[in-house]
């Protein structure tokens, strides 16, 4: 079962900041957070992950509470083409699965 | 880099027959392999995690003789939807994990769209 619960959906303005919270509340210590999205009839794509430090790349940053109980995907400046499902992920370090809740419908509008 | 194709991205089939669907990893070694299958606006759904050399380890509910997996190398799995019917039909996705650099990262195909009429 996913570990992870998401609002099923935000609204987003192009070139504001999006933040999509996740809970993560019986997190172990030796779980990553990660975050995947999904393009519409495409394959999920990487976009960050974390174990308790705050994240940044290219794509987004990583915001992970102190008692690393719930995180926050920032995506800067969203545009038209985030608009997708983000998913929120925990993952046991050097395990293999992920598995996928019900994730965040982002809808990015002009 | 961390490129995963699948082949084919869409194919119908005729239900009674079997159906092969490809994934590469193009540009690094895929020490593991997963599959997962996705219903219309539903999420992914893990179906079998397969190791080079090995046989696959299957989810739940899963049955190992309808989906048959083979990862015969480091850049290569199949899945063998055999004997295919019309509640097989779903949206197929593999990921792969890598070695070195990526080792902590799964990176995922296209997906492969299968209808069984």
């Known amino acids: 079962d996913a570990k992870t619960t998401q609002p099923p959906s935000m609204d987003c303005a192009e070139g504001r900041a999006a933040n999509l919270p996740c809970n993560h509340s019986t997190i172990s210590g030796n779980e990553y957070v990660y975050w995947y999205r999904q393009i519409h009839s495409q394959g999920p794509q990487y976009i960050i992950h974390g174990l308790k430090n705050n994240e940044t790349n290219e794509m987004a940053s990583l915001i992970i509470t102190e008692d690393r109980k719930s995180s926050t995907l920032i995506l800067p400046h969203a545009t038209l083409r985030d608009t997708a499902v983000y998913y929120c992920?925990?993952?046991?370090?050097?395990?293999?699965?992920?598995?996928f809740g019900t994730g965040t419908r982002l809808q990015v509008f002009p | 880099g961390a490129v995963v194709s699948q082949h084919p991205s869409r194919v119908i089939c005729k239900s009674g027959t079997s159906v092969k669907i490809e994934c590469r990893s193009l540009d690094f070694q895929a020490t593991t392999m997963f599959w997962y299958r996705q219903f219309p606006k539903k999420s992914l759904m893990l179906m079998a995690t397969?190791?080079?050399?090995?046989?696959?380890?299957?989810e739940q509910g899963v049955e190992k003789d309808k989906f048959l997996i083979n990862h015969a190398s480091l850049t290569l799995s199949t899945l063998t939807v055999t004997s295919a019917h019309p509640e097989d039909s779903s949206f197929y996705i593999c990921?792969?994990?890598?070695?070195?650099?990526?080792?902590?990262?799964?990176?995922f195909g296209p997906g492969t769209r299968l209808t069984v009429t």
């Open positions: 397969s190791n080079e050399g090995s046989k696959a380890t299957y």
């Open positions: 992920i925990v993952r046991v370090v050097h395990t293999d699965k992920l598995i």
């Open positions: 990921s792969a994990r890598g070695q070195g650099a990526w080792v902590d990262e799964q990176y």
